[in-house]
């Protein structure tokens, strides 16, 4: 099994321009997540899924849309890109019959915004 | 809401010293508690977990164990390695929500000199 995945490991974009963040995995989990993570603020939660074609919001969604077309794969979407969304981006999911409610991460994509 | 909070850093060790990194929690009802480890360039993993009060996770030489009387979760080994060297993250599970979200800590990086 190679877990999670995630497309592309590093990416620079200039301010304005959009993208899209690829996380699949192979577990067969309901629960899907993208998460941010930035220095001194741990990882915030961006959006979440809960099964194919459902998404919801997280804490920190504005400027971020995404899709679950499939129960493997969820997209993140940058429309417009800006400077503050320099980040690491996380995918993780998980199993809904696991009720210690365990997250399995990806390796990240390391994004810098110009 | 509920919230995670855990002891700034870095810290710094020498090689077998012991490690205690503090993790208190704030929820309702009765999460699930997790401390992740990242190492440098990579995604995160899971070190151990615990689902209800009293329980003791262990892996790799690390415990920790869920205190529900004041509400900690704090990580201990009795002999750290350089190998050590990394970031760990505590979390907690959003399980009264039913949506199984993670609330994070900002992470506490650690330093193992030899």
């Known amino acids: 099994n190679a877990g999670v995945t995630q497309t592309p490991k590093f990416r620079v974009l200039k301010t304005g321009q959009s993208m899209t963040l690829l996380c699949a995995q192979d577990m067969n989990h309901e629960y899907m997540y993208w998460y941010r993570q930035d220095p001194g603020m741990g990882l915030r939660l961006i959006h979440y899924?809960?099964?194919?074609?459902?998404?919801a919001k997280g804490e920190v969604p504005d400027g971020y849309n995404v899709s679950r077309l499939k129960k493997q794969n969820f997209l993140l979407g940058l429309e417009s890109a800006a400077p503050s969304q320099t980040s690491v981006y996380f995918c993780a999911s998980s199993w809904s019959q696991d009720l210690s409610y365990e997250q399995y991460f990806g390796p990240g994509t390391r994004l810098t915004v110009t | 809401g509920n919230s995670v909070t855990q002891m700034e850093g870095p810290v710094t060790l020498s090689e077998e010293a012991f490690l205690t990194i503090n993790c208190t929690y704030t929820a309702t009802g009765y999460p699930s508690l997790f401390w992740y480890v990242q190492y440098p360039g990579e995604g995160l993993q899971l070190l151990l977990k615990a689902t209800k009060a009293d329980d003791k996770g262990s892996n790799k030489g690390f415990e920790a164990t869920y205190r529900k009387e004041t509400t900690s979760f704090h990580l201990e080994k009795g002999s750290v390695q350089v190998s050590d060297s990394a970031v760990y993250f505590c979390a907690l599970s959003d399980r009264p929500s039913g949506t199984y979200k993670y609330i994070f800590g900002t992470g506490t990086r650690l330093k193992v000199l030899a």
């Open positions: 899924s809960v099964g194919e074609g459902t998404t």
